[in-house]
């Protein structure tokens, strides 16, 4: 069985900095694209920030400049570092990983969420 975890959220005021870390573990046959999304009250879910397996980084255009997606793959882990945090980013955030359990098909699995409020 495969399980993300996620952890470093907080609150925060505007301005300040906060570190995403997502880690996923069980029994995992290959990790793809490693992503983050959030969803604010009232609205949809969005991609934050992605990052493939190997290419080029996605950042939404509201984080770009602030945040950085990174990925460590031998501890299977997608990080996120926010800063310059606004009221506006407060919302709840989700990691989305592509990857392929070991004797099953692949499949997008996601984490727990983690609550953001950025607010003084």
């Known amino acids: 069985q495969v399980q993300l975890v996620e952890s470093g959220g907080g609150l925060v005021q505007p301005g300040g900095s906060l570190r995403l870390s997502c880690a996923a573990s069980?029994?995992?046959?290959?990790?793809?694209?490693m992503g983050w999304y959030r969803q604010a009250p009232g609205k949809q879910r969005e991609l934050v920030a992605r990052?493939?397996?190997?290419?080029?980084?996605v950042y939404a255009d509201s984080v770009k400049g602030r945040f950085t997606i990174s990925r460590d793959n031998a501890k299977n882990t997608v990080y996120l570092q926010m800063n310059s945090l606004k009221p506006e980013d407060t919302a709840v955030y989700y990691c989305?990983?592509?990857?392929?359990?070991?004797?099953?098909?692949?499949?997008?699995?996601w984490g727990q969420g983690t609550q953001v409020t950025v607010s003084s």
């Open positions: 990052i493939p397996l190997g290419g080029s980084t």
């Open positions: 069980g029994r995992i046959s290959s990790l793809n694209t």
């Open positions: 989305n990983v592509r990857l392929v359990p070991l004797g099953n098909v692949g499949g997008d699995y």
